[in-house]
């Protein structure tokens, strides 16, 4: 652990909070086998989805990837085989969801097929994983427009209202794509990606380097027309999860390309986001909330920013690199000592406290699949500080 200068007290910690990690997940294994939970816990409790016209447990959405991704990391934290056979259980239900085109109308194919079957042919050579995949990534090539060079995020291609909006939770959805190209060799791939990316450099970021959550492109022109919010406080204020997305998702961005401005763009996200934190360093769910403020905090805003911080300060170097992987692991141990589950609480979730739409009252003050999934990969960057980045 040393590697990456965790201290003796942080790695214990650290090692502790896995294994609490891992007695709910193999909890939450023997409760739903191969369904998938919902977006979010009610009171605490994760329950199997349910979506009119599918069994209950089906898979559909944009977060149940995480499960699978969960186990993978599960996998590199404990000895032995049974994670990696139960991601492996997942394969098939992603293959028949691509192939019959179940829910896939959405650039979130990346979340949803990095992590259950990309993953499953680089650790274990599942040829249905690559196929699924390969698949889930020309599908996702289907949104991009040419003339605007984005990725449309949500919905029919034709359907007014979404034509030539991206968000800027995309920025994960791309290595989906760079991984295509690596497989196949064809750079078409990452070519697309790449000019996503630096469209949302040049657009979603603010000049005070704070973020908008959607932008807004005319796919006839090409011209860039104006940002707005979908889950934030306002059109003008920072989406505290929008701006962690920036920090990972840039960071990721520059890995998979070199290019030094998106290195920079993931700084400027960074930056904005530590001098906007509160005292225990977990941020509100929108950033225009600051100490003190009546509003909920966002769990998987700060377990996003942790693993953003530290695949972040892999990329600096000196005073900067220090900097960012100390602010993560300040917000790595606020998570644990502060926001997980405690044990006279009746709850499957390895994060409380998260938010998932706080203007619609969706998932507010409750647990979700991403904030659990993230936090579990800032503790393998942690306990496995060799671990391969899955994104």
């Given at each position: 652990?040393?590697?990456?200068?965790?201290?003796?007290?942080l790695?214990?910690?650290?090692?502790?909070?896995?294994?609490?990690?891992?007695?709910?997940?193999d909890?939450?294994?023997?409760?739903?086998?191969?369904g998938?939970?919902?977006?979010?816990?009610?009171?605490?409790?994760?329950?199997?989805r349910?979506?009119t016209?599918?069994?209950?447990?089906a898979n559909?959405?944009?977060?149940?990837?995480?499960?699978?991704?969960?186990l993978?990391?599960?996998?590199?934290?404990?000895?032995?085989?049974?994670?990696?056979?139960?991601?492996?259980r997942?394969?098939?239900?992603?293959r028949e969801?691509?192939?019959?085109?179940?829910?896939?109308e959405?650039?979130?194919?990346?979340?949803?097929?990095?992590?259950?079957?990309?993953i499953?042919w680089?650790?274990?050579g599942?040829?249905?994983?690559?196929?699924?995949?390969?698949?889930a990534?020309?599908?996702?090539?289907?949104?991009?427009?040419?003339?605007?060079?984005?990725?449309?995020?949500?919905?029919?291609?034709?359907?007014?209202?979404q034509?030539?909006?991206?968000?800027?939770?995309?920025?994960?959805?791309?290595?989906?794509?760079?991984?295509?190209s690596?497989?196949?060799?064809?750079?078409?791939?990452?070519n697309a990606?790449?000019?996503?990316?630096?469209?949302?450099r040049d657009?979603?970021?603010?000049?005070?380097s704070?973020?908008?959550?959607?932008?807004?492109?005319?796919?006839?022109?090409?011209?860039?027309?104006?940002?707005?919010?979908?889950?934030?406080?306002?059109?003008?204020?920072?989406?505290?999860r929008?701006?962690?997305?920036?920090?990972?998702?840039?960071?990721?961005?520059?890995?998979?390309?070199?290019?030094?401005?998106?290195?920079e763009?993931?700084?400027?996200?960074?930056?904005?986001?530590?001098?906007?934190?509160?005292?225990?360093?977990?941020?509100?769910?929108?950033?225009?909330?600051?100490?003190?403020?009546?509003?909920?905090?966002?769990?998987?805003?700060?377990?996003?920013?942790?693993?953003?911080?530290?695949?972040?300060?892999?990329?600096?170097?000196?005073?900067?690199?220090?900097?960012?992987r100390d602010a993560?692991?300040?917000?790595?141990?606020?998570?644990?000592?502060?926001y997980?589950?405690s044990?006279?609480?009746d709850?499957?979730?390895?994060?409380?406290?998260?938010?998932?739409?706080?203007?619609k009252g969706?998932g507010?003050?409750?647990?979700?699949?991403?904030?659990?999934?993230?936090y579990?990969e800032a503790?393998t960057?942690?306990?496995v500080?060799?671990w391969?980045?899955y994104?």
């Open positions: 652990m040393s590697d990456i200068g965790v201290s003796h007290d790695g214990v910690r650290a090692r502790a909070a896995t294994d609490a990690a891992l007695a709910v997940i909890a939450n294994v023997r409760t739903f086998a191969v998938y939970p919902d977006d979010t816990t009610i009171g605490g409790i994760y329950h199997l349910r979506r016209g599918l069994p209950d447990g559909t959405g944009w977060t149940t990837g995480f499960l699978p991704g969960m993978w990391l599960a996998s590199e934290l404990a000895p032995g085989d049974n994670y990696r056979r139960l991601a492996l997942h394969i098939g239900s992603f969801r691509i192939e019959n085109a179940i829910d896939i959405t650039h979130d194919l990346g979340f949803l097929y990095t992590l259950s079957c990309a499953a680089r650790e274990d599942d040829i249905e994983a690559r196929d699924a995949a390969l698949a990534a020309r599908h996702l090539m289907t949104r991009y427009h040419e003339k605007a060079r984005i990725i449309q995020a949500w919905g029919d291609l034709d359907n007014l209202e034509r030539g909006r991206t968000i800027i939770d995309s920025l994960m959805n791309t290595p989906l794509l760079f991984w295509a690596e497989v196949t060799g064809d750079a078409t791939f990452a990606a790449t000019a996503h990316v630096r469209q949302l657009h979603i970021i603010r000049p005070d704070s973020t908008f959550h959607t932008y807004y492109w005319d796919t006839e022109t090409g011209a860039a027309l104006r940002g707005g919010t979908a889950q934030g406080h306002a059109d003008d204020s920072c989406w505290a929008g701006q962690v997305w920036g920090i990972y998702g840039f960071a990721i961005n520059y890995r998979h390309t070199g290019d030094e401005t998106f290195l763009a993931s700084r400027r996200c960074a930056d904005y986001f530590l001098d906007h934190l509160p005292e225990d360093s977990v941020p509100y769910w929108d950033l225009a909330f600051g100490e003190g403020a009546d509003a909920p905090r966002d769990s998987s805003s700060g377990a996003i920013a942790a693993t953003g911080l530290l695949e972040l300060a892999g990329a600096c170097a000196g005073p900067d690199a220090d900097r960012y993560a692991f300040t917000i790595l141990s606020s998570l644990m000592s502060l997980t589950p044990a006279d609480e709850s499957n979730a390895l994060l409380a406290h998260g938010v998932y739409d706080e203007p969706v507010v003050d409750e647990g979700n699949l991403w904030g659990d999934y993230f579990l503790l960057r942690v306990v500080p060799d391969t980045p994104w």
